[in-house]
């Protein structure tokens, strides 16, 4: 009987221990930030109008340093900004290099294995290309057995390939893959259509270039986390901001600074989150959560 009470105390202990540390990393994470008085957050350095490079302070600037500087605002702290590319970004919030992850991240699969994607979304793009207006490409089809560049580590490189046969040479890069197309090493880029969008705001794409394809395989945006802060404070506190940013409309506002065409995503979610039930409480709630209505996530 002692020996059995013995045995039922060491396994009480066990899970006890395999549960603390990420309780622990769950709260302690939101205390690191204020401790160091910094946040730290990952964004892209080579998307114009979402994260690029300003050329004369070589500092990242663009909508998603703003919604970065938000939440730095809203946690009391000064911000950091870590310009990322495309395939350095699971591996910065993996390895910690980074507080948070705002950076052009598409919801998928996978990527729920690897990072802790809040809700809500904030933004949604999909896949398309953009290709001299005297290729004359109207179908995906007709980019069977063409040069087609796409940046490494984008999720919809295999979908595409898969589908539609279309052989994608991942670069490390937008920059690189855009070079690529001027020079015609590639005849088209695969990339995602609301930057598609925004280089073709520039006279020197608009008058050679264009998107003739329909847009495919379209996702929302996430902001992620390390996997160990699921349902911690910093999560928590990341998707209250988004909520936030689309019930006052900030997204909408910052997509006119930037010049970003208005997006249906942006507009259906400020709709949602703005909306009130017949006895005055809000139709999403505060923030996402388990009763959340799909519309407004």
Same mark, same amino acid.
């Given at each position: 009987?002692?020996?059995?009470?013995?045995?039922?105390?060491?396994?009480?202990?066990?899970?006890?221990?395999?549960?603390?540390?990420?309780?622990?990393?769950?709260?302690?994470?939101?205390?690191?930030?204020? &401790?160091?008085?910094?946040?730290?957050?990952?964004?892209?350095?080579?998307?114009?109008? /979402?994260?690029?490079?300003?050329? #004369?302070?070589?500092?990242?600037?663009?909508?998603?340093?703003?919604?970065?500087?938000?939440?730095?605002?809203?946690?009391?702290?000064?911000?950091?900004?870590?310009?990322?590319?495309?395939?350095?970004?699971?591996?910065?919030?993996?390895?910690?290099?980074?507080?948070?992850?705002?950076?052009?991240?598409?919801? *998928?699969?996978?990527?729920?294995?690897?990072?802790?994607?809040?809700?809500?979304?904030?933004?949604?793009?999909?896949?398309?290309?953009?290709?001299?207006?005297?290729?004359?490409?109207?179908? /995906?089809?007709?980019?069977?057995? &063409?040069?087609?560049?796409?940046? #490494?580590?984008?999720?919809?490189? #295999?979908?595409?390939?898969? *589908?539609?046969?279309?052989?994608?040479?991942?670069?490390?890069?937008? +920059?690189?893959?855009?070079?690529?197309?001027?020079?015609?090493?590639?005849?088209?880029?695969?990339?995602?259509?609301?930057?598609?969008?925004?280089?073709?705001?520039?006279?020197?794409?608009?008058?050679?270039?264009?998107?003739?394809?329909?847009?495919? +395989?379209?996702?929302?945006?996430?902001?992620?986390?390390?996997?160990?802060?699921?349902?911690?404070?910093?999560?928590?506190?990341?998707?209250?901001?988004?909520?936030? /940013?689309?019930? *006052?409309?900030?997204?909408?506002?910052?997509?006119?600074?930037?010049?970003?065409?208005?997006?249906?995503?942006?507009?259906?979610?400020?709709?949602?989150?703005?909306?009130?039930?017949?006895?005055?409480?809000?139709?999403?709630?505060?923030?996402?959560?388990?009763?959340?209505?799909?519309?407004?996530?």
């Amino acid at each position: 009987m002692r020996r059995g009470h013995l045995l039922h105390l060491l396994l009480a202990a066990l899970v006890l221990v395999a549960w603390l540390p990420r309780a622990t990393a769950a709260g302690d994470a939101l205390d690191e930030i204020q &401790r160091r008085g910094r946040l730290v957050v990952g964004v892209k350095k080579d998307v114009p109008l /979402w994260g690029h490079l300003d050329p #004369r302070s070589g500092l990242p600037v663009g909508l998603e340093p703003d919604l970065a500087a938000d939440l730095a605002r809203r946690l009391g702290v000064r911000l950091e900004l870590v310009g990322l590319l495309t395939a350095e970004r699971i591996d910065a919030v993996a390895r910690r290099q980074v507080d948070v992850l705002v950076a052009t991240l598409s919801d *998928t699969p996978d990527r729920r294995q690897q990072l802790r994607l809040v809700l809500p979304h904030y933004y949604a793009s999909g896949a398309n290309v953009m290709a001299r207006r005297d290729k004359g490409f109207t179908r /995906w089809s007709d980019l069977r057995n &063409r040069r087609v560049c796409g940046r #490494r580590g984008a999720f919809y490189n #295999r979908a595409i390939t898969v *589908t539609h046969g279309v052989d994608v040479v991942a670069v490390y890069g937008n +920059h690189l893959a855009l070079a690529a197309l001027r020079d015609g090493r590639c005849d088209a880029v695969l990339y995602d259509d609301i930057n598609i969008i925004a280089l073709l705001q520039e006279p020197a794409w608009l008058a050679e270039f264009e998107m003739p394809l329909p847009t495919l +395989h379209v996702a929302p945006w996430a902001i992620a986390v390390h996997p160990d802060e699921g349902g911690g404070r910093l999560e928590a506190r990341v998707s209250h901001a988004v909520a936030d /940013w689309h019930r *006052t409309g900030l997204l909408l506002d910052l997509q006119r600074k930037w010049g970003i065409p208005e997006s249906d995503f942006t507009r259906r979610r400020h709709e949602a989150w703005t909306r009130r039930l017949p006895g005055g409480a809000w139709y999403c709630g505060d923030s996402a959560g388990k009763g959340t209505p799909e519309d407004c996530l």
